[in-house]
């Protein structure tokens, strides 16, 4: 065989002997791993194996990988053996585990080699040792818990809600081993090496002992777990046993009620048997029913018929039995019945009036144990004769005596005459009892022991698996009347989960933890000495360098502050003002000599005087926050001097000794406007828009959920069309407004307008009813030139001319005049409507408002902004007289003789 050395120099035939020790070792390694495992999930606080494999790949190379497969495949191979399943799959599962962590190994040997380089060899410095442990532990680790897992839940061994759990124990115990073991494996493998050889004594005897006794902590805490747990599940059953036994006294003291009712009042009415039982019922949700069951001889059922048809109302009563496709018919001759005569609620139970229990085997059986012993029976499990669906349930049978002795427990069988029966609905006796102990994942089952295994199962509260450590299980008996119950309780993995066993985990992983910090302490303490003149060297010179560089950066924000357009107050450490930029005289008109070297409260007289209110300013320290708090929001300062200025102003603390205090100043004047304009058109845009959608909103739902007529239909369409051209024209106005500010003019075709021919043309397009409102066109004949946009100017008179007759709604006159003074004309439209008053003046023009808020004028109160706008673009104003109950006159003038509008 020739020698055919890998990366590391090791021979082919050393690499065979080589690979079998990996194997085996790390197969130790594992199996040591999950001997330390907490079921559910075997999670282990730490996996050895993991470390190991990476030391190896580091030191031989790549070439011993199919060593890790090997080991991990026959690791995991033997894991799901042992568990009984000895298939085909556990193979596969084995496959894909050994593969996960052969992956898992060469990414670590990848990222440590690619990090630190050569460093891992030595484990000198700091970084690369935390680098390589980082990069080979928690990063690389990822990788087999996430194919593991995967190959589980594939598999079906690891359920969804199990996956995340058990992801993060692989993870945490593969990341631990990595941490722990990696230092110790390279110890040994690069013992003859100068930095390792002194590891040999300062790492590995401090390590093994910290290792014995966070094992020896850990078996402790775990076996202590253990034992809280069992004790834990115990006290469920004790408490569940108990409740389900004092409800089953309830019960038997109530039936025993009920039988000394039968032989007190045997000739009792139904009314008297349903009154005595309502409560009991009421009381007792699980007793499905009670009922009173006579012994009735043959000879005696023709009587026994007739007098419970007049009892019970039914003329057709008889005694039935189910035949053999369970149906219910009249019962057979035999030589006597155990017929249910009152039952109550009767609601549900009518089929069961009449029949005949004892024609039933299992009934049939607890009848003859009753009437043996005189005493209360039980019937084995039963599908209640009540019931439409599958539900488990008991008889509870106590034998009523003629003439019973008083104190003696049993009567003469001679003088059996009834029973008085309870039909128990088990489940829900024990979905009461276990109520009261509200635990989540514990599986409670019971059993009839007295009944063929086939059918001895009363209930099981979930059909979820139990886990797999069966040693948790408890169970014990329970005496029912004259059988016998078995009471089991099964902890589910998810109830294990969520128990409190983390402090074993805790104390295995935290104690790891601390071995492996301590461990990383060892190696960075004796690799240091020889790097610490090096290191103190570095930091001398980077020192240097961070001072040069503050400097220069002293020098830069120095120029910043001059050039910035915000402005920068710096206060000393004694309050003074110690600097103020250009900008701040520019904002406030403070000269710097008037603040600078003086202390705060000049400056906040300064400011105040400027202030708008004065009052509303409490000074500059009111921007600043607590010492050692985060900055506060910025604040808001109104200057009224040099000119009518908002200020956004933000105090800044800092760990200056110089200057620990900076006052930061930036003007939002325009953002203030913007942002007050906005609000204010938003809200009377979203009010306007409202209305008319409401309307349309309304009326459409009622004409798709309700049925009209023909006439109130065509009603609501017309209301709802008149409301959609209603919100048409309220989005035409305002796209009218958005166009001619967002244009600014750039659209405007100025020419030559005859002011006169225009107004007048616009007169002739009203539309309005010549008996209520008479139309004055007061123009002269000669034109009136103009330089103007006809269209936009056509749109202005208009909307005027709309307005005189909307607010003119008792008719009048509407007049249309040539008005012209210096170098101005303009057309002045009148009417003799509502007018305004002073106050309503100051609006007139704004957006959205209206001087008529009746609602019984239509109109979106943008008519006149648009009027406004338009006007100002054209170089022209609007002007408005009005007097409350006289009628209002507006007049567009606008420049005459000039060549063009100023555009904006």
Same mark, same amino acid.
């Given at each position: 065989?020739?020698?055919?050395?890998?990366?590391?120099?090791?021979?082919?035939?050393?690499?065979?002997?080589?690979?079998?020790?990996?194997?085996?070792?790390?197969?130790?390694?594992?199996?040591?791993?999950?001997?330390?495992?907490?079921?559910?999930?075997?999670?282990?606080?730490?996996?050895?194996?993991?470390?190991?494999?990476?030391?190896?790949?580091?030191?031989?190379?790549?070439?011993?990988?199919?060593?890790?497969?090997?080991?991990?495949?026959?690791?995991?191979?033997?894991?799901?053996?042992?568990?009984?399943?000895?298939?085909?799959?556990?193979?596969?599962?084995?496959?894909?585990?050994?593969?996960?962590?052969?992956?898992?190994?060469?990414?670590?040997?990848?990222?440590?080699?690619?990090?630190?380089?050569?460093?891992?060899?030595?484990?000198?410095?700091?970084?690369?040792?935390?680098?390589?442990?980082?990069?080979?532990?928690?990063?690389?680790?990822?990788?087999?818990?996430?194919?593991?897992?995967?190959?589980?839940?594939?598999?079906?061994?690891?359920?969804?809600?199990?996956?995340?759990?058990?992801?993060?124990?692989?993870?945490?115990?593969?990341?631990?081993?990595?941490?722990?073991?990696?230092?110790?494996?390279?110890?040994?493998?690069?013992?003859?090496?100068?930095?390792?050889?002194?590891?040999?004594?300062?790492?590995?005897?401090?390590?093994?002992?910290?290792?014995?006794?966070?094992?020896?902590?850990?078996?402790?805490?775990?076996?202590?777990?253990?034992?809280?747990?069992?004790?834990?599940?115990?006290?469920?059953?004790?408490?569940?046993?108990?409740?389900?036994?004092?409800?089953? +006294?309830?019960?038997?003291?109530?039936?025993?009620?009920?039988?000394?009712?039968?032989?007190?009042?045997?000739?009792?009415?139904?009314?008297?048997?349903?009154?005595?039982?309502?409560?009991?019922?009421?009381?007792?949700?699980?007793?499905?029913?009670?009922?009173?069951?006579?012994?009735?001889?043959?000879?005696?059922?023709?009587?026994?018929?007739?007098?419970?048809?007049?009892?019970?109302?039914?003329?057709?009563?008889?005694?039935?039995?189910?035949?053999?496709?369970?149906?219910?018919?009249?019962?057979?001759?035999?030589?006597?019945?155990?017929?249910?005569?009152?039952?109550?609620?009767?609601?549900?139970?009518?089929?069961?009036?009449?029949?005949?229990?004892?024609?039933?085997?299992?009934?049939?059986?607890?009848?003859?144990?009753?009437?043996?012993?005189?005493?209360? =029976?039980?019937?084995?499990?039963?599908?209640?004769?009540?019931?439409?669906? &599958?539900?488990?349930?008991?008889?509870?049978?106590?034998?009523?005596?003629?003439?019973?002795?008083?104190?003696?427990?049993?009567?003469?069988?001679?003088?059996?005459?009834?029973?008085?029966?309870?039909?128990?609905?088990?489940?829900?006796?024990?979905?009461?009892?276990?109520?009261?102990?509200?635990?989540?994942?514990?599986?409670?089952?019971?059993?009839?022991?007295?009944?063929?295994?086939?059918?001895?199962?009363?209930?099981?509260?979930?059909?979820?698996?139990?886990?797999?450590?069966?040693?948790?299980?408890?169970?014990?008996?329970?005496?029912?009347?004259?059988?016998?119950?078995?009471?089991?309780?099964?902890?589910?993995?998810?109830?294990?989960?969520?128990?409190?066993?983390?402090?074993?985990?805790?104390?295995?992983?935290?104690?790891?933890?601390?071995?492996?910090?301590?461990?990383?302490?060892?190696?960075?303490?004796?690799?240091?000495?020889? +790097?610490? &003149?090096?290191?103190?060297?570095?930091?001398?010179?980077?020192?240097?360098?961070?001072?040069?560089?503050?400097?220069?950066?002293?020098?830069?924000?120095?120029?910043?502050?001059?050039?910035?357009?915000?402005?920068?107050?710096?206060?000393?450490?004694?309050?003074?003002?110690?600097?103020?930029?250009?900008?701040?005289?520019?904002?406030?008109?403070?000269?710097?000599?008037?603040?600078?070297?003086?202390?705060?409260?000049?400056?906040?007289?300064?400011?105040?005087?400027?202030?708008?209110?004065?009052?509303?300013?409490?000074?500059?320290?009111?921007?600043?926050?607590?010492?050692?708090?985060?900055?506060?929001?910025?604040?808001?300062?109104?200057?009224?001097?040099?000119?009518?200025?908002?200020?956004?102003?933000?105090?800044?603390?800092?760990?200056?000794?110089?200057?620990?205090?900076?006052?930061?100043?930036?003007?939002?004047?325009?953002?203030?406007?913007?942002?007050?304009?906005?609000?204010?058109?938003?809200?009377?845009?979203?009010?306007?828009?409202?209305?008319?959608?409401?309307?349309?909103?309304?009326?459409?739902?009622?004409?798709?959920?309700?049925?009209?007529?023909?006439?109130?239909?065509?009603?609501?369409?017309?209301?709802?069309?008149?409301?959609?051209?209603?919100?048409?024209?309220?989005?035409?106005?305002?796209?009218?407004?958005?166009?001619?500010?967002?244009?600014?003019?750039?659209?405007?075709? +100025?020419?030559?307008?005859?002011?006169?021919?225009?107004? =007048?043309?616009?007169?002739?397009?009203?539309?309005?009813?010549?008996?209520?409102?008479?139309?004055?066109?007061?123009?002269?004949?000669?034109?009136?030139?103009?330089?103007?946009?006809?269209?936009?100017?056509?749109?202005?008179?208009?909307?005027?001319?709309?307005?005189?007759?909307?607010?003119?709604?008792?008719?009048?006159?509407?007049?249309?005049?040539?008005?012209?003074?210096?170098?101005? =004309?303009?057309?002045?439209?009148?009417?003799?409507?509502?007018?305004?008053?002073?106050?309503?003046?100051?609006?007139?023009?704004?957006?959205?408002?209206?001087?008529?808020?009746?609602?019984?004028?239509?109109?979106?109160?943008?008519?006149?902004?648009?009027?406004?706008?338009?006007?100002?673009?054209?170089?022209?104003?609007?002007?408005?007289?009005?007097?409350?109950?006289?009628?209002?006159?507006?007049?567009?003038?606008?420049?005459?003789?000039?060549?063009?509008?100023?555009?904006?």
């Amino acid at each position: 065989m020739s020698a055919i050395p890998d990366a590391k120099g090791v021979e082919l035939p050393r690499l065979i002997p080589l690979l079998g020790i990996t194997a085996f070792i790390y197969l130790l390694l594992g199996a040591l791993g999950l001997s330390f495992a907490i079921a559910p999930g075997y999670a282990s606080p730490i996996f050895p194996a993991a470390g190991f494999a990476v030391g190896m790949l580091l030191w031989a190379g790549n070439r011993v990988w199919p060593a890790i497969w090997l080991g991990s495949f026959l690791l995991n191979l033997g894991v799901v053996w042992l568990r009984g399943d000895l298939g085909w799959m556990p193979a596969l599962v084995a496959t894909g585990i050994a593969l996960g962590s052969t992956m898992q190994a060469l990414a670590a040997r990848l990222l440590v080699a690619r990090s630190v380089g050569s460093g891992w060899q030595s484990m000198e410095q700091a970084p690369d040792i935390v680098r390589a442990l980082l990069l080979a532990g928690p990063s690389a680790c990822v990788l087999s818990a996430s194919v593991g897992v995967t190959t589980l839940y594939l598999a079906g061994i690891v359920s969804g809600g199990e996956f995340l759990y058990s992801w993060w124990n692989w993870w945490s115990g593969d990341t631990l081993g990595v941490l722990v073991t990696l230092p110790l494996t390279l110890t040994f493998l690069l013992r003859a090496d100068s930095p390792w050889r002194a590891r040999l004594t300062t790492l590995l005897p401090p390590m093994l002992i910290a290792l014995m006794t966070v094992s020896a902590a850990f078996a402790a805490v775990s076996h202590w777990e253990r034992t809280q747990q069992a004790t834990a599940i115990r006290n469920h059953g004790e408490a569940l046993k108990q409740q389900l036994e004092q409800r089953f +006294i309830a019960h038997q003291e109530a039936l025993s009620a009920l039988r000394r009712l039968i032989e007190v009042a045997p000739e009792m009415s139904y009314a008297q048997f349903e009154y005595f039982t309502r409560n009991t019922l009421k009381d007792n949700p699980d007793i499905f029913a009670l009922s009173i069951n006579p012994l009735v001889p043959l000879a005696q059922r023709a009587a026994y018929e007739r007098s419970m048809a007049l009892k019970t109302g039914h003329p057709r009563f008889e005694i039935t039995q189910r035949d053999s496709q369970g149906k219910l018919v009249r019962a057979a001759e035999r030589p006597e019945y155990v017929s249910v005569g009152f039952i109550s609620p009767l609601e549900g139970n009518r089929p069961a009036v009449g029949y005949d229990i004892n024609s039933e085997p299992i009934r049939h059986a607890a009848i003859q144990n009753a009437r043996r012993t005189g005493m209360p =029976a039980v019937t084995a499990p039963i599908r209640l004769v009540q019931e439409n669906r &599958q539900r488990a349930g008991v008889l509870v049978l106590h034998p009523a005596y003629r003439d019973r002795v008083p104190g003696v427990a049993a009567g003469n069988a001679q003088n059996l005459v009834a029973f008085a029966v309870g039909v128990i609905k088990v489940d829900q006796m024990i979905d009461i009892a276990a109520r009261k102990i509200a635990v989540t994942d514990l599986v409670f089952q019971v059993d009839d022991a007295d009944a063929p295994a086939d059918k001895a199962r009363f209930y099981r509260s979930s059909e979820a698996p139990a886990a797999r450590d069966r040693a948790y299980d408890w169970q014990s008996r329970l005496a029912i009347a004259d059988r016998t119950w078995t009471l089991r309780i099964m902890p589910t993995e998810g109830y294990l989960r969520q128990q409190p066993n983390w402090q074993a985990m805790l104390v295995g992983a935290g104690g790891l933890a601390l071995a492996a910090l301590l461990q990383v302490l060892i190696l960075v303490t004796t690799g240091r000495t020889s +790097i610490v &003149q090096r290191k103190v060297d570095e930091q001398t010179a980077e020192l240097k360098a961070r001072g040069d560089a503050l400097v220069e950066r002293n020098v830069q924000l120095n120029a910043l502050f001059s050039l910035s357009p915000d402005a920068f107050v710096a206060f000393a450490a004694d309050g003074k003002v110690q600097f103020v930029n250009p900008a701040f005289q520019a904002l406030t008109g403070i000269r710097p000599d008037e603040v600078v070297g003086k202390d705060e409260i000049t400056l906040d007289d300064e400011l105040r005087r400027r202030s708008e209110p004065a009052e509303a300013f409490a000074g500059v320290a009111a921007f600043f926050g607590e010492t050692g708090a985060p900055p506060r929001p910025p604040g808001t300062l109104v200057l009224k001097a040099p000119r009518h200025a908002v200020l956004s102003v933000v105090g800044v603390r800092n760990e200056s000794v110089s200057m620990p205090r900076i006052l930061y100043l930036h003007e939002i004047t325009r953002e203030a406007e913007i942002d007050r304009m906005k609000s204010e058109f938003l809200s009377h845009a979203a009010h306007e828009l409202r209305t008319p959608m409401t309307s349309i909103l309304g009326f459409a739902e009622l004409l798709l959920h309700r049925e009209v007529g023909a006439t109130k239909r065509q009603e609501l369409l017309e209301i709802i069309h008149r409301q959609t051209q209603w919100l048409v024209v309220i989005i035409n106005e305002l796209l009218d407004l958005s166009r001619i500010e967002a244009r600014r003019g750039s659209d405007l075709k +100025i020419e030559p307008v005859d002011l006169c021919g225009l107004a =007048a043309a616009a007169a002739r397009n009203l539309s309005l009813d010549g008996e209520r409102w008479r139309l004055v066109v007061d123009l002269p004949l000669r034109p009136v030139h103009i330089r103007a946009d006809q269209a936009k100017l056509h749109q202005a008179l208009t909307n005027v001319l709309g307005n005189a007759i909307k607010y003119s709604p008792d008719g009048g006159e509407i007049r249309v005049a040539l008005v012209e003074a210096t170098g101005r =004309a303009g057309i002045a439209v009148s009417d003799q409507g509502i007018g305004m008053t002073p106050e309503q003046l100051t609006h007139a023009g704004e957006r959205f408002w209206r001087a008529d808020t009746s609602g019984q004028t239509p109109g979106t109160g943008l008519g006149l902004a648009i009027v406004k706008e338009i006007l100002k673009l054209l170089g022209g104003s609007l002007e408005i007289r009005s007097q409350p109950g006289a009628g209002t006159t507006v007049t567009l003038w606008l420049s005459a003789g000039q060549d063009s509008p100023e555009r904006g």
